[in-house]
T-cell receptor, first 112, second 119 residues
Framework: KQEVTQIPAALSVPEGENLVLNCSFT??????LQWFRQDPGKGLTSLLL?????REQTSGRLNASLDKSSGRSTLYIAASQPGDSATYLC???????????FGAGTILRVKS | DVKVTQSSRYLVKRTGEKVFLECVQD?????MFWYRQDPGLGLRLIYF???????EKGDIPEGYSVSREKKERFSLILESASTNQTSMYLC??????????????????FGAGTRLSVL
């Protein structure tokens, strides 16, 4: 059974710092991996999707990498801002049908 | 922009009541999903559907059923609500088209969530 783990569970950084969020999964036979952002009491917003054949994806200040063989992904946030404060969730899809298995998330707080 | 709309943001129901949670998407997506989110447990898949009138159980289907009579609408039904079904419920949809540049395929789009309290 696929299990997804996110480390750290919570992170507090000063504004402007570059930071890395980690995600690991136990079964490397994934179809794709997706990073989401969730604001308190709200739904999820997709940030980046990496196909299993890709190594990384970039969107603005965000860069996600994937090492499928070692079962790891990282989300890099450059020059963090208070508006980046949210919970970040990693999820993997095991098949084309797109069922997702989620990690528990990393709660990020960026202090001004 | 893809829009996934959940009919209620907050609901309060009594134990034993039959509860309907509605979800509508406007992007002609084939796939639709219902998750629940609980502190410490994360998001867990309840049911999903690949097409109209099709449904498959997720990881925690007990106590729930679903209905998909139209492509754009996916309903989650709590047959007899219980206090352990107090949770945040999230609906999502995605396309079955392969992902290529600009297609948006495979990305799951979520609604704002329904916070259900069962008293």
């Amino acid at each position: 059974k696929q299990e997804v783990t996110q480390i750290p569970a919570a992170l507090s950084v000063p504004e402007g710092e570059n930071l890395v969020l980690n995600c690991s999964f136990t079964d490397s036979a994934i179809y794709n991996l997706q990073w989401f952002r969730q604001d308190p009491g709200k739904g999820l917003t997709s940030l980046l999707l990496i196909q299993s054949s890709q190594r990384e994806q970039t969107s603005g200040r965000l860069n996600a990498s994937l090492d499928k063989s070692s079962g790891r992904s990282t989300l890099y946030i450059a020059a963090s801002q208070p508006g980046d404060s949210a919970t970040y969730l990693c999820a993997v899809s095991m098949e084309y049908g797109n069922k997702l298995v989620f990690g528990a998330g990393t709660i990020l707080r960026v202090k001004s | 922009d893809v829009k996934v709309t959940q009919s209620s943001r907050y609901l309060v129901k009594r134990t034993g009541e039959k509860v309907f949670l509605e979800c509508v998407q406007d992007m002609d997506h084939e796939n639709m999903f219902w998750y629940r989110q609980d502190p410490g447990l994360g998001l867990r898949l309840i049911y999903f559907s690949y097409d109209v009138k099709m449904k498959e159980k997720g990881d925690i289907p007990e106590g729930y059923s679903v209905s998909r009579e139209k492509k754009e609408r996916f309903s989650l039904i709590l047959e007899s609500a219980s206090t352990n079904q107090t949770s945040m419920y999230l609906c999502a949809s995605s396309s079955r088209k392969p992902l290529y540049a600009g297609s948006g395929g495979n990305i799951q789009y979520f609604g704002a969530g329904t916070r259900l309290s069962v008293l």
